[in-house]
């Protein structure tokens, strides 16, 4: 029915419709070579098993295929209006009670994204300090390799540290978690359908919190991505109700 893709955007229906009849209907017919089938079936039937009892209405009248009836045209458009109606009215509720738990998950949801924005200011407060002892513990490691008698190459050891202190730079996958992060809640605020927008984003904040978690070398950036990959999941596992 057109009225149920116009009121639900997301989400499996299955719709089953019972009318009942209180007032005479016209046009009833029984399908009588079918109940004349059914009826020799059964007879035959309870005659093989030595039934005692023989085949009646009752049996017969419980295939409801052989009773069949055709509604005026007039009657058609008053059963079909009222089921409308009815429908209209049940998935009017099913919304009303949906944007009442949207809402209730949306709190949710904003208190996860807060949980994740404070893991992005905790990396940027804490980058350029790490880098300082990263770069300090690599020049340490270089050195402790290479005999004492050794004459460094000042420049040299410069840039070899330099290119790991770049591998293990993650400024970049911090500038695009704020960006989603600030996406994220631009789409909370729309009265549109976001849910698979924000799957797309909550896999994107997963790819660069891997990312990180990758190029971390120190403890505390370990521990902070990997709370930041737990926080993603149950975001994303959250919005799956979400419309």
């Given at each position: 029915m057109q009225i149920i893709k116009r009121k639900l955007t997301r989400?499996?229906?299955?719709?089953?419709?019972?009318?009942?009849?209180?007032?005479?209907?016209?046009g009833v017919t029984i399908?009588?070579?079918?109940?004349?089938?059914?009826?020799?079936?059964?007879?035959?039937?309870v005659g093989h098993l030595g039934i005692p009892e023989p085949v009646n209405l009752d049996n017969l009248l419980r295939f409801k295929e052989?009773?069949?009836?055709?509604?005026?045209?007039?009657?058609?458009?008053?059963?079909?209006?009222?089921?409308?109606?009815?429908?209209?009215?049940?998935?009017?509720?099913?919304?009303k009670e949906r944007s009442v738990e949207g809402e209730k998950l949306v709190s949710d949801l904003k208190v996860i994204i807060l949980s994740i924005h404070e893991i992005i200011q905790f990396f940027k407060t804490n980058l350029k300090a790490v880098q300082v002892e990263l770069r300090e513990k690599y020049f340490n490691n270089i050195k402790e390799f290479l005999p004492e008698s050794t004459e460094v190459d000042e420049s040299l050891l410069e840039n070899i540290v330099a290119v790991a202190l770049e591998k293990?730079?993650?400024?970049?996958?911090?500038?695009?978690?704020?960006?989603?992060?600030?996406r994220v809640r631009d789409l909370f605020n729309s009265n549109e359908a976001v849910g698979q927008h924000l799957d797309f984003l909550a896999q994107e904040i997963l790819r660069e919190f891997n990312t990180i978690l990758a190029k971390s070398r120190e403890?505390?950036?370990i521990e902070q991505a990997l709370q930041g990959k737990l926080l993603t999941s149950q975001f994303r596992e959250q919005i799956q109700n979400l419309e």
């Open positions: 989400g499996k229906v299955q719709l089953k419709v019972f009318v009942e009849f209180l007032y005479p209907v016209s399908a009588m070579g079918l109940a004349r089938a059914y009826y020799n079936a059964l007879d035959s039937l052989l009773v069949r009836f055709e509604l005026k045209e007039e009657e058609s458009d008053k059963v079909w209006q009222g089921v409308r109606e009815i429908v209209s009215k049940g998935l009017d509720d099913l919304n293990a730079d993650v400024r970049e996958e911090l500038t695009r978690l704020e960006s989603h992060i600030e403890t505390s950036f």
